[in-house]
């Protein structure tokens, strides 16, 4: 039954009363279209201030607002909100954007509903127009919306109540080639951004119970047809009022093309590094632990992978006199090493020659060294028996012409021009070049000059740079063509 009281006729006094203090705008009109009072919050949130400034009636109110939708589309006749109440339609949250008529610079955003007041017959008495101003959400929204748009990582929102897309960036399109009408309104399903996912179920629970869906590898279908792999990650946010997803994507194609260019240069090294004449490693950076070595290492020292790959150098019989630790200071200090003599250990016990060569590389994304030699064995024998011979000729026949010898380095050095001068030498080159003339090793200079070894070898490696040679025998037969051999030397 209806209450008594609320069949009494509206007093007008008392409800201006209760709804002047409102924080919400309220129009109050009259059934035949004569605007009779407003509250200040209406009043500011039309930029005026006295009811007259509204208009007498709807039509001054129309001829001095302009109204429009949020999509920008003009209220036509019979649409603005203060005339659908007049013709005693109830409404909630509509929303309007309202411009002075002479100034289009000033505007407000209103979220209006309605309200019709009967008398005890049940006809209109008194017609409601209730205001919120949503202007500052709506500039809100604007910036949400141009943030959304200008976001060059592809993204869409679904409402949450219909599971439907209601936005879309061009982020996503750029990727996809969809067009914005090709996506929005249609429903997670028929354009499934979990197709092919490794976790769909979870992501199908998480998206029903409005939660944080988790990076999954998904396809997208494309308008042609094809797929596209992806990562798809949802987040819950509120779009206005309304309950959403927000789904964030990253285009998995030009990484797989990358991982597929770089599985093929891969594949391209390691068919280089097998076919590659001269005996090769690949060591692992830092610890240089062996992680691969190709058939010409095993045909040279006899070793096979079993035997050395996953073992550190130092622990494998394959360097000798601290070749390993030399080799491993010089690339730990970011050098190169080039064409360095060292002697190489084989399997079966004999040492051999090297000019060693290695240089830090990046392999599989991991930091290798990669590694090659030159075995020299032979040429130094034979360098070491001529230098030997002729040696034991000069000592033993004073007659032996001084032309002679120039002709011997000549045919060392055929067709070169000879420029190089022991005074080019420093004081402590020349020393170690004393000690090579006399016959001593790198180890037994380094005890007598009382340097350390590797010392030694680059002073050694200067001075062939200087007097243009390039090993022990043929420094000798440049020294013995200078005169240099015999003045070190005692006359007998």
Same mark, same amino acid.
């Given at each position: 039954?209806?209450?008594p009281i609320l069949q009494t006729q509206t007093d007008r006094h008392q409800l201006q009363q209760i709804i002047a203090g409102l924080s919400e705008g309220v129009i109050l009109?009259?059934?035949?279209?004569?605007?009779?009072?407003a509250n200040e919050a209406a009043l500011a949130m039309h930029g005026v201030d006295s009811v007259e400034a509204l208009g007498h009636n709807v039509t001054q109110y129309r001829e001095r607002f302009r109204l429009r939708y949020r999509n920008n589309h003009p209220l036509g006749d019979g649409q603005y909100p203060i005339e659908r109440v007049i013709a005693g339609e109830c409404f909630t949250d509509v929303v309007v954007e309202v411009f002075l008529a002479e100034d289009d610079e000033v505007s407000w955003v209103h979220r209006v509903r309605s309200l019709v007041l009967t008398d005890r017959k049940g006809d209109p008495d008194l017609l409601v127009l209730i205001l919120h101003d949503a202007s500052e959400w709506a500039d809100a929204e604007e910036r949400f919306e141009k943030t959304f748009n200008a976001n060059p990582a592809p993204a869409l929102i679904c409402r949450l109540s219909d599971q439907r897309y209601i936005k879309v960036n061009q982020g996503f399109l750029e990727m996809t080639g969809y067009v914005r009408e090709d996506v929005v309104g249609r429903s997670v399903y028929e354009l499934d951004v979990f197709a092919n996912a490794d976790k769909r179920e979870l992501a199908v629970t998480r998206l029903g119970e409005g939660g944080t869906i988790p990076q999954m590898e998904s396809e997208l279908r494309m308008p042609d047809g094809g797929h596209k792999p992806v990562v798809v990650a949802g987040q819950p946010i509120d779009i206005g009022e309304e309950a959403c997803m927000l789904f964030t994507f990253m285009d998995l194609e030009p990484r797989r093309k990358a991982e597929s260019t770089l599985r093929q240069s891969e594949e391209r090294f390691q068919k280089a590094f097998r076919m590659l004449p001269v005996p090769s490693a690949v060591l692992r950076g830092g610890d240089l632990v062996v992680l691969d070595i190709n058939d010409a290492f095993s045909a040279v020292t006899g070793y096979t992978g079993p035997d050395v790959v996953g073992r550190p150098g130092a622990e494998t019989a394959i360097w000798?006199?601290?070749a390993h630790?030399?080799?491993a200071r010089r690339l730990v200090d970011g050098e190169s090493v080039r064409n360095a003599e060292f002697k190489i250990g084989?399997?079966? #016990?004999?040492?051999?020659?090297a000019l060693v060569s290695a240089e830090n590389v990046s392999i599989n994304g991991q930091d290798c060294v990669l590694l090659a030699w030159l075995d020299i064995t032979e040429r130094k024998r034979s360098e070491t028996e001529l230098v030997s011979a002729i040696e034991t000729v000069m000592q033993d026949a004073s007659w032996f012409s001084h032309s002679l010898v120039e002709k011997l380095a000549n045919v060392r050095r055929p067709g070169r021009t000879d420029t190089a001068r022991l005074d080019d030498l420093t004081k402590r080159e020349r020393q170690v070049f004393d000690g090579l003339c006399e016959g001593h090793s790198d180890k037994e200079i380094a005890k007598?000059?009382?340097?350390?070894?590797?010392?030694?070898?680059?002073h050694v490696a200067t001075v062939y740079a200087k007097l243009d040679v390039h090993s022990r025998g043929a420094a000798l037969l440049w020294a013995r063509d200078h #005169?240099?051999?015999?003045?070190s030397r005692p006359s007998r």
């Open positions: 039954m209806t209450d009109v009259e059934p035949d279209q004569r605007v009779v009072w000798l006199d601290d630790a030399d080799i084989r399997k079966n #016990g004999e040492p051999m020659d007598t000059l009382g340097v350390a070894l590797s010392t030694v070898r680059n #005169g240099y051999l015999a003045a």
